[in-house]
């Protein structure tokens, strides 16, 4: 099925640690981008992609980095995990950075806890 | 600073009701209006999106309004079922080119109960 695939679906991370959320998309979209969604917030833009080997900063992008080597892949990488980033992520992608139809497409989610 | 506030915060309603929520915003320049649905543990889906020029769409029991000159917006869902319990989330779009140019909304907690 065509959409966004986002791994691990959950992860515990120690203080200092990192790694690597995944996002994949099999439609062909040459926008894509990653929020966090914390309790009583709003989704907030970490990181975005325009294409391939094109990336810039959203409203929340540090201790995050961001590669677009391929259209297909946007992984996020946490540098050295705080607490502060414990959160549910989200990628997300759209033929578009503005679609004027449908939407973005957004992954199921990646639940994660930083102890 | 661009803002969209989001009512009720939380919302319990019968199965088979009907239930409006409410979206206010203050984002300039405008561009466009979207409505996301959002089910517990998943990522957000589309329900409807709306430009300047207009002022209502639906889409089979959700139909959202807008009305840019108090810049409010609303989505109204018609003889809920159980599935309709989710957060519902408005995004507003603005065509100042920064970044992804979308403020989300907190979003409404809906809750359906038989």
């Known amino acids: 099925n065509a959409g966004v695939t986002q791994t691990p679906k959950f992860q515990v991370l120690k203080t200092g640690q990192s790694m690597t959320l995944q996002c994949a998309q099999d439609m062909n979209h040459e926008y894509m981008s990653w929020y966090r969604q914390d309790p009583g917030m709003g989704l907030r833009l970490i990181h975005y992609s325009v294409g391939a080997g094109i990336t810039d900063q959203g409203e929340v992008p540090n201790g995050y980095n961001v590669s677009r080597s391929t259209t297909e892949d946007f992984p996020l990488r946490l540098l050295s995990a705080a607490p502060s980033q414990t959160s549910v992520y989200f990628c997300a992608s759209s033929y578009s950075r503005t679609p004027t139809r449908g939407g973005y497409t957004f992954g199921s989610g990646t639940r994660l806890t930083v102890v | 600073k661009n803002q969209v506030e989001q009512s009720p915060q939380s919302l319990i309603i019968l199965e088979g009701k009907n239930c409006t929520l409410q979206?206010?915003?203050?984002?300039?320049?405008?561009?466009?209006l979207r409505w996301y649905k959002q089910d517990t543990g998943r990522g957000p889906v589309s329900l409807t999106i709306m430009t300047f020029s207009e002022n209502t769409k639906s889409n089979g029991r959700y139909t959202a309004t807008l009305d840019a000159d108090t810049k409010q917006s609303s989505l109204h869902i018609t003889a809920s079922q159980l599935s309709d319990s989710a957060s519902y989330i408005c995004?507003?779009?603005?065509?100042?080119?920064?970044?992804?140019?979308?403020?989300f909304g907190k979003g409404t907690h809906l809750i359906i109960q038989p």
């Open positions: 979206c206010n915003y203050t984002v300039s320049p405008f561009s466009n």
């Open positions: 995004v507003v779009g603005d065509s100042g080119g920064g970044a992804d140019g979308l403020t």
